[in-house]
């Protein structure tokens, strides 16, 4: 796994895990923000541009990067946030090691499998898979996603780097995920945020994931879309993650 890293000369440690399909620009606002203060690390998710691997499984993912702390900072970091598949993979890093970070922020992370989604993706992929390399195809998934518009030559780069093969495995991946009964047992101050406009089985999720951590929080982001508080509101975001860190 490839990572972008901001502030090393910092002693604690937060890694934020970006969504399916994008790559590390996802958090780069908020981690220039924080480099002042902290080592943040950006790790690109397997199969996505820019990575060192194909994308195999969510579990896999998480492994790599619990085998990455406990190499580079003795098993634990302050602090690890993630969307979308990135919050997946982080909901797996907490259930395969309860004690590898102080606090979480878990956003907009699916754990509603959908074999009905499942099944789909791959005659989808395979039938349109071509019009991701068309710019104007590009701006209209852009739009769709309602990433702010400075952040579409980033888009459009990665997603052309990503292969098809990679695409239909992740968003497979991210359709069948479901919470481990070991997720239960991490010792993490977990944060919840999904927004207030997300689809109802991502708000059921958020919910889910509510249920199963009874010392949790749970926060519904007023008017905001999937993915709208970390790629959009970096300001916000790193408000809330200061919060968070520094209680």
């Not at 194909?54 to 580079?72: G, L, P, V």
């Amino acid at each position: 796994m490839n990572y972008q890293e901001y502030g090393k000369e910092n002693s604690e440690v937060i890694i934020l895990l970006h969504g399916g399909g994008l790559s590390w620009w996802n958090y780069r606002e908020e981690a220039e923000l924080l480099r002042n203060k902290y080592h943040v690390i950006l790790p690109i998710l397997d199969g996505h541009s820019g990575s060192s691997r194909n994308f195999t499984s969510i579990e896999s993912n998480a492994a790599e990067i619990i085998a990455f702390i406990d190499e580079q900072f003795g098993g634990s970091v302050l602090l690890i946030g993630g969307l979308s598949l990135g919050g997946q993979i982080l909901l797996e890093i907490l259930s395969q090691r309860r004690d590898i970070c102080q606090y979480a922020i878990v956003e907009s992370a699916r754990v509603i499998p959908s074999r009905i989604t499942h099944a789909l993706i791959k005659p989808t992929f395979g039938s349109c898979y071509g019009l991701i390399r068309r710019r104007w195809f590009a701006k209209l998934q852009f739009k769709s996603l309602r990433i702010k518009q400075e952040l579409f030559d980033d888009y459009f780069r990665d997603t052309c780097g990503i292969t098809k093969e990679n695409m239909i495995a992740f968003l497979q991946a991210n359709s069948l995920y479901s919470i481990k009964n070991t997720l239960c047992s991490t010792s993490a101050k977990v944060h919840i945020f999904v927004g207030e406009k997300e689809n109802p089985a991502m708000r059921s999720s958020s919910q889910m994931i509510y249920d199963e951590l009874p010392e949790s929080s749970f926060h519904i982001l007023s008017k905001m879309y999937h993915g709208e508080f970390s790629i959009n509101h970096a300001v916000f975001y790193v408000k809330k993650l200061l919060e968070i860190a520094e209680v």
